[in-house]
């Protein structure tokens, strides 16, 4: 597992209401009863946290433009923090009203992505590792080399820091006891330092588990029985709307292994590409936006 610090990027929640419902969300979408709005208190308290940090701050929800200090939290990065090292996830929530200050803000660290393609597909997130492998070391040497641990970030929501943003997420849902306290340098863990949060989580997510990905209009969570029972027990929406399948399931060593011999869950967008800084911003920002990556791009070089 890598270190926090070693992550090239901490997400920084600030919201997980969305206008969209996906199905095997990793922020799980549609099973909390009741949206969070991150204060400006403790947005500010997130951004100053991560002092010293030298990976990137990425901005992330549910729709983070959904929040109604958007443009406020926009101000505090500006102030803050560098504008190559700003990132934001979004898909594109009335995107004619943000995007002029999405460009000032964030410029092509912008992960653009409508979830509309018929070929988009997820990892089922809730398909617990302990409920499907019973091998325990097998497990444990699977989650060590966890792909979200590995190409995705850290992340800090309302209830504190977190090693990994399915942890945090995951937290909210099950009403977990939250994080690691927003003190500067928190980020400074190692994974030794993390095992709490490892041993509460990660054994109930599938994430590192090799397994086939799921359509998003197939439409249904697919979830084993340890947290079918637990959404069950919450009477999650997405649980009343039968939007839940049980998949009682064991994979042996064998059936793990071949199912990872084409396994590649981080490319989950199909056959859709990536939006072009032209479609986002329109013809000249859109230009202007490019040439600032490749400045950036340069800069990184002589640096290293």
Same mark, same amino acid.
């Not at 934001?88 to 660290?109: D, H, Q």
């Not at 018929?118 to 997130?125: E, R, S």
């Not at 091998?135 to 699977?142: A, H, I, N, V």
């Given at each position: 597992m890598k270190a926090i610090k070693d992550m090239w990027l901490i997400q920084i929640e600030i919201t997980n209401?969305? /206008?969209?419902?996906?199905?095997?969300?990793t922020r799980f979408?549609?099973?909390?009863?009741?949206? /969070? /709005? $991150?204060?400006?208190?403790?947005?500010?308290r997130a951004?100053?946290?991560?002092?010293?940090f030298p990976g990137g701050i990425g901005i992330m929800g549910g729709e983070p433009l959904l929040h109604p200090r958007f443009f406020e939290i926009c101000k505090f990065l500006q102030s803050k923090i560098p504008k190559e090292r700003r990132y934001?996830?979004?898909?594109?929530?009335?995107?004619?009203?943000?995007? &002029?200050?999405?460009?000032?803000? /964030?410029? &092509?660290?912008v992960c653009y992505?409508?979830?509309?393609? &018929?070929?988009?597909?997820?990892?089922?997130?809730?398909m617990a590792i302990e409920d499907i492998v019973e091998?325990?070391?097998? $497990?444990?040497?699977?989650i060590d080399k966890c792909w979200i641990q590995e190409k995705w970030s850290a992340s800090i929501n309302p209830k504190g820091g977190f090693f990994c943003e399915v942890a945090a997420a995951m937290d909210l849902l099950f009403e977990g006891p939250g994080g690691y306290p927003l003190e500067k340098g928190w980020w400074n863990k190692t994974p030794e330092q993390f095992q709490d949060q490892v041993q509460r989580y990660c054994y109930k997510c599938g994430i590192a588990l090799p397994m086939? &990905?799921?359509?998003?209009?197939?439409?249904?969570?697919?979830?084993?029985?340890?947290?079918?029972?637990?959404?069950?027990?919450?009477k999650t929406p997405r649980f009343l709307k039968n939007c839940v399948e049980l998949v009682d399931e064991k994979y042996s060593k064998a059936q793990v292994e071949e199912f990872a011999k084409d396994w590649r869950p981080w490319e989950y967008l199909g056959d859709q590409k990536r939006i072009s800084y032209k479609k986002l911003y329109g013809l000249i920002p859109g230009i202007l936006v490019k040439k600032q990556k490749k400045l950036?791009?340069?800069?990184?070089?002589?640096?290293?």
């Open positions: 209401a969305c /206008f969209l419902e996906c199905p095997n969300c979408i549609g099973h909390n009863k009741k949206p /969070f /709005f $991150m204060d400006l208190e403790t947005v500010e951004i100053d946290s991560l002092e010293g934001l996830w979004t898909s594109g929530y009335k995107w004619k009203e943000y995007r &002029a200050i999405v460009r000032k803000t /964030f410029g &092509a660290n992505n409508e979830h509309e393609g &018929a070929t988009q597909k997820h990892q089922p997130v809730l091998d325990r070391e097998y $497990m444990k040497q699977l086939p &990905a799921r359509l998003n209009r197939e439409g249904k969570d697919y979830v084993s029985i340890s947290n079918y029972r637990r959404l069950e027990e919450l950036w791009e340069e800069r990184k070089k002589k640096i290293r």
